[in-house]
């Protein structure tokens, strides 16, 4: 079963405007992370919020987690073209090996 | 220190034929993870080796798709014969075992099945 499901599914706005993408869970996590793919070019890892964690920041970047809904939150304040990219939520499966459960992903594209 | 790195970054093949991906992990990390991205779709995990052994194979599709770590270092990944479903970017990831939550990812390879 899928453990992340993200919406929108894509996104378009306008350069400096903020991004938010939403991404939500089904089981019990330990923590959540977000991943950046941009076109033909790996996952980059962006930020990772505890389940004991509420909100953190990373630069432009600020992330939500609201374990009681099953949901987290990425903000990208001050978009700009450069952020333009696919960004999924992922969650460690509850065998604690490490396998990651993606989202299907947010495809942003900032105008400039 | 390097990155993931993952060989080729691209491959068009015909239906029907044999292709062989290859990751090399950061050095030192004992996990390794592919992962692949079918068009539109998410992300999917496909096996985890710690070290040389396979410790969780269960998102391999089918038993079209062998992969290996001898040694323990670099990993392949084969698929033969290989279908037109089997096209995508397939992602390789390494961590260190005491740091499974800290993955870092390779390029990845984009696979086209004409």
């Known amino acids: 079963s899928q453990q992340g499901e993200e919406d929108p599914q894509a996104l378009s706005i306008q350069e400096g405007e903020n991004a938010t993408m939403n991404c939500s869970y089904k089981?019990?996590?330990?923590?959540l992370q977000w991943y950046r793919q941009n076109s033909g070019r790996g996952l980059v890892h962006l930020i990772l919020?505890?389940?004991?964690?509420r909100e953190k920041h990373s630069g432009r970047l600020r992330v939500t987690l609201d374990t009681s809904k099953k949901s987290s939150s990425l903000l990208i304040t001050a978009s700009r073209a450069a952020d333009t990219a696919s960004y999924f939520c992922a969650a460690p499966a509850l065998s604690n090996t490490g396998k990651l459960i993606f989202g299907q992903g947010t495809t942003l594209q900032v105008k400039p | 220190e390097a990155g993931v790195t993952q060989f080729p970054s691209h491959s068009v093949i015909e239906k029907g034929q044999t292709v062989t991906l290859r990751c090399d992990p950061i050095?030192?990390?004992?996990?390794l993870y592919w992962y692949r991205r079918v068009m539109g779709k998410e992300i999917k995990f496909l096996l985890h080796f710690v070290k040389e052994s396979k410790q969780d194979e269960s998102g391999m599709p089918n038993n079209r798709f062998l992969a290996e770590r001898t040694g323990g270092t670099y990993s392949t990944l084969k698929v033969q014969p290989a279908e037109l479903e089997d096209s995508g970017v397939y992602f390789c990831?390494?961590?260190?075992?005491?740091?499974?939550?800290?993955?870092?990812f390779g390029p990845g390879t984009r696979l086209t099945v004409l």
């Open positions: 919020i505890r389940s004991n964690e």
């Open positions: 990831a390494s961590s260190q075992v005491g740091a499974p939550d800290t993955q870092y």
């Open positions: 089981t019990s996590i330990n923590n």
């Open positions: 050095s030192g990390h004992d996990n």
